[in-house]
């Protein structure tokens, strides 16, 4: 496991380090650098492994803008989540766009990828920027760890639904959707097959497990050729936005919640 050293998250995001809030913020605004939780997190054991922050043209903003923090424990302590580790993700801003959220994710090993992985109804814990920001960080990364078994229920239960063709084909078009909107066909520059794609013989398998990996590590890592509206060659984006990537993978892991409840017919198509 390479864990980022101070020069290394300050290179990456050094939003992180951030000394104020943006000027616009009000006076209860409670500023809590994001620095802080880190270290705090890093004394329990969790270790920042990827870190990023939303490309900003105002340099202003770059001090304030959204960013994401990834942590995982060391091998030693690692939770196994089917061919995945547990992760805590931890996103903010300084310039009231976003509020300080944690959220359980799982660090696929085979492709290196992230995921976000909604737990239950309240989602990740949420907390107001203060004075109390980092008892509260503490106290939810304990909530969420506590969630790890559930998502490995999941990750079972995804991995022994095979899907037919047909309904990758609709898993496919539904992913599209959540990415692009309802008028994916117009503004994909790819079609569902393409993002069906296989990157490694390990992934070529049909169950809903798969499927998900396939589709997930294709819309965030981009790179698929395809053509745009106009009919010229393109090749898709990977999502470097901290809004969309942590978006994007809620919405896909719901879609596949979902999928795995139509298949077992706990509720209606």
Known sequence: MHTLSTEQLNTLAPVIFATAPDQAVSERYG???????VEALQDEGWFPVRAQQTRVRDPQQRNTTRHMVRFRQDPARQIQVGDSVAELVLTNSH?????????????????????????GTMGGIRVRHGNKVVDQ?????LALIDEAPSIT???ERFQAMRLTEDESQLYAQSALTLRYGEDWKELSPVTPEAILQARRPEDRDS????VFNRTQENLMKG????????GRHTRTRAIHSVTEDVRLNRALWQ???HFAALKSGSIAA
């Open 95 to 119: 310039n009231r766009t976003a509020a300080y959220q944690l959220d359980l994710g799982l660090f696929r090993l085979i492709c290196s990828n992230g995921m976000v992985t909604p737990v």
């Open 207 to 210: 169950n809903l497990w798969r």
């Open 255 to 257: 879609l596949t919640e």
């Open 31 to 37: 500023f809590v650098p994001t620095i802080a939780v």
């Open 223 to 230: 790179g698929l050729a395809g053509r745009s509206a106009t």
């Open 153 to 155: 229920e999941s990750v």
């Open 137 to 141: 960080i503490l106290e939810g990364s």
